[in-house]
């Protein structure tokens, strides 16, 4: 049982370059997070999704898109990256979202140069 | 809008106790808490839930003001493991979107 796991752990990107952060879990979650964590700014909720084929905006959206596809699988995607959006960007998973326990992966540190 | 944690920071010495405060400007449904060791990911401690319900460890106290939208976690006879950064997060409505506030870290010395 892996529970939520991050691909890649570590990522440099140049400016204007784009990539995927893939989040998956194994453990029949109907809830999937991508949060980005900045020094001093706590967790922020980039976007979130309530289950399979669902997606919606969190409180800093801007730049990036996500989807859900599979019930397991989350995607973040930045299109065009900015040294903005260096930071660790963490996935999470929850059965029935503010009820149940958050399952965080182990992060993707990310520098866009 | 996030939620405001305080205080910022906290320096124990172990075996004493401290206090965690969680407020937000809008109505709760459900408060979490977390922490978060340097380099690891955040790890559950407990939620409390609109009307009393609460699920945790057994170790680990907190409180819910459904009215002044507020929570707090106490920790008691602290020891070096319970240093890091801890997390709460809010959930309001009924959309399954969880806010965390800025963190509040705690260091216990020897």
């Known amino acids: 049982n892996a529970g939520v796991t991050q691909t890649p752990k570590f990522r440099v990107l140049k400016t204007g370059q784009s990539m995927t952060l893939l989040c998956a879990q194994d453990m029949n979650h109907e809830y999937m997070y991508w949060y980005r964590q900045d020094p001093g700014m706590g967790l922020r909720l980039i976007h979130y999704s309530v289950g399979e084929g669902t997606t919606a905006k969190g409180e800093v959206p801007d730049g990036y898109n996500v989807s859900r596809l599979k019930k397991q699988n989350f995607l973040l995607g930045l299109e065009s990256a900015a040294p903005s959006q260096t930071s660790v960007y963490f996935c999470?998973?929850?059965?029935?979202?503010?009820?149940?326990?958050?399952?965080f992966g182990n992060g993707t540190r990310l520098t866009v140069t | 809008q996030q939620p405001v944690q305080s205080p910022q920071a906290v320096i124990l010495r172990e075996g004493e106790d401290a206090v965690i405060n969680c407020s937000s400007s809008k109505a709760l449904y459900s408060v979490h808490w977390y922490r978060q060791k340097h380099g690891e990911a955040p790890v559950f401690l407990m939620i409390l839930l609109k009307g009393g319900e609460q699920k945790g460890h057994e170790k680990i106290s907190a409180s819910f003001n459904e009215k002044k939208q507020q929570s707090s976690l106490y920790l008691t006879a602290s020891q070096l493991s319970y240093s890091g950064t801890y997390f709460c997060g809010t959930g309001s409505s009924n959309t399954g979107k969880l806010i965390f506030g800025q963190g509040t870290t705690l260091q216990v010395k020897p």
């Open positions: 999470a998973s929850s059965y029935t979202g503010r009820r149940s326990p958050l399952h």
